[in-house]
């Protein structure tokens, strides 16, 4: 086993979660009564929250809807797409070895 396979194992269900856990973000912003401090919610919101705060700074909400979520899920889908799609960088590096 190589640094590329372990580097694949371990990047691809670290960003499948978190683009799970901004899709879950974002139903969660239509529920206004959902107490993010709380069990289940907090769950979400924990490693969530910390990806979110600066890009508030920068993206305003559109209508009063916090579109933020959102971006974070196409960066994420993005990054493991470039990284470990079909053509994506580590899984190129993998078929070299």
């Known amino acids: 086993m190589n640094a590329t396979t372990i580097t694949t194992w371990t990047l691809s269900p670290i960003l499948a979660l978190m683009t799970l856990l ?6 969660l912003t239509w529920y206004s009564q959902a107490n993010l401090k709380r069990l289940p919610f907090i769950i979400v ?12 700074k920068l ?5 009063g809807v916090d579109i933020t979520p959102v971006i974070w899920v196409g960066i994420f889908s993005l990054l493991r797409e470039i990284l470990l799609g079909q053509q994506g960088l580590i899984t190129m590096l993998t078929r070299l070895q």
């Open 22 to 27: 901004f899709i879950l973000r974002i139903v």
């Open 59 to 63: 993206v305003p909400p559109l209508g």
């Open 45 to 56: 919101a924990w490693p969530t929250e910390p990806f979110l705060i600066p890009l508030r």
